[in-house]
């Protein structure tokens, strides 16, 4: 496991070159996007609640994202990166579990979120991540999500400046990397780029530049999130919705073919 650790973490050092993660949903789409040349692979905590039956933000208890975690890992050769949210919970000691548990199913990073709750509250749960981390021997790559920009948290002039705050505060507690969902004007990117120590991640939003100019902004990890199971799930609608209506055959287009599908496994 150290190994994918140490080849997680070089894969955010390629300077001019972001990290790019199809975010996969369950074991099937992580196979599939690691056949497809993925150098790592990294959940959507929205696709994983929504494919087993639950709510985003907060609602799939920790148990269910470690099973899931598992059952991804199992069919891995690349690198694993687990979102799990806010961690599930708001003590820092019981995240710190939470996290210790999924370095056992085979991660070796993590997506830890602010959300609407303070700075002060992810810095903690950082802290202890690493504290028992270390006791064990063992660590895992803590990708910081500040939802600055994502919640509007602060107006659009103060947002760069809060970013860089919280950033500071993560970074003294011992994280791995920054990620900042929908940051998109470059100049923006860049002063973010400037201040910070940590390696960039960036989401797929629209009127982001592409990964070859983010790269030249210095941006070395770019996530798709939950874009790829979003647009499954629209196309799924309108492929059931037609079979339903008429029962034909031919509303069941466009498949991948069985054997392609056994290969993968």
Same mark, same amino acid.
């Given at each position: 496991?150290s190994?994918?650790?140490?080849?997680?973490?070089?894969?955010?050092?390629?300077?001019?070159?972001?990290?790019?993660?199809?975010?996969?949903?369950?074991?099937?789409?992580?196979?599939?996007?690691?056949?497809?040349?993925?150098?790592?692979?990294?959940?959507t905590?929205?696709?994983?609640?929504?494919?087993?039956?639950?709510?985003?933000?907060?609602?799939?208890?920790?148990?269910?994202?470690?099973?899931?975690?598992?059952?991804?890992a199992?069919?891995?050769?690349?690198?694993l990166?687990?979102?799990?949210?806010?961690?599930?919970?708001?003590?820092?000691a019981?995240?710190?579990?939470?996290?210790?548990?999924?370095? $056992?199913?085979?991660?070796?990073?993590?997506? /830890?979120?602010?959300?609407q709750? &303070?700075? !002060?509250?992810?810095? %903690? #749960?950082?802290?202890?991540?690493?504290?028992?981390?270390?006791?064990?021997?063992?660590?895992?790559?803590?990708?910081?999500?500040?939802?600055?920009?994502?919640?509007g948290?602060?107006?659009?002039?103060?947002?760069?400046?809060e970013?860089?705050?919280?950033?500071a505060?993560?970074?003294?507690?011992?994280?791995?990397?920054?990620?900042?969902?929908?940051?998109?004007e470059?100049?923006?990117?860049?002063?973010i780029?400037? $201040?910070?120590?940590?390696?960039?991640?960036? /989401?797929a939003?629209?009127?982001? &530049?592409? !990964?070859?100019e983010? %790269? #030249?902004?210095?941006?070395?990890?770019?996530?798709?999130?939950?874009?790829?199971?979003?647009?499954?799930?629209?196309?799924?609608?309108?492929?059931?919705k037609?079979?339903?209506?008429?029962?034909?055959?031919?509303?069941?287009?466009?498949?991948?073919?069985?054997?392609?599908?056994?290969?993968?496994?």
């Amino acid at each position: 496991m150290s190994d994918r650790l140490a080849t997680f973490r070089q894969l955010h050092t390629h300077k001019g070159q972001p990290l790019l993660l199809p975010n996969a949903w369950d074991a099937g789409s992580a196979r599939l996007f690691e056949s497809l040349g993925a150098k790592a692979i990294a959940t959507t905590s929205a696709g994983v609640a929504w494919a087993l039956g639950y709510a985003d933000g907060g609602k799939m208890p920790a148990d269910v994202a470690i099973q899931l975690a598992a059952n991804v890992a199992r069919v891995l050769t690349v690198p694993l990166s687990v979102d799990i949210e806010n961690g599930y919970s708001d003590e820092p000691a019981q995240v710190a579990e939470t996290v210790l548990r999924l370095i $056992d199913a085979g991660a070796v990073g993590i997506n /830890l979120e602010d959300g609407q709750k &303070p700075a !002060a509250l992810l810095a %903690g #749960k950082i802290e202890k991540i690493k504290a028992e981390c270390a006791k064990r021997g063992v660590d895992i790559f803590v990708n910081a999500r500040t939802d600055v920009f994502l919640a509007g948290l602060v107006d659009k002039p103060a947002r760069v400046t809060e970013t860089l705050s919280r950033a500071a505060l993560y970074t003294a507690a011992g994280v791995d990397g920054l990620f900042v969902p929908a940051v998109v004007e470059p100049e923006q990117i860049k002063a973010i780029v400037a $201040d910070i120590s940590l390696p960039l991640n960036v /989401l797929a939003w629209e009127g982001l &530049p592409n !990964a070859a100019e983010l %790269g #030249k902004l210095g941006v070395s990890r770019l996530s798709a999130g939950s874009g790829i199971p979003q647009a499954l799930w629209a196309q799924a609608e309108q492929m059931a919705k037609g079979f339903l209506e008429g029962g034909r055959s031919e509303d069941l287009k466009g498949q991948m073919a069985y054997s392609q599908l056994q290969g993968l496994f």
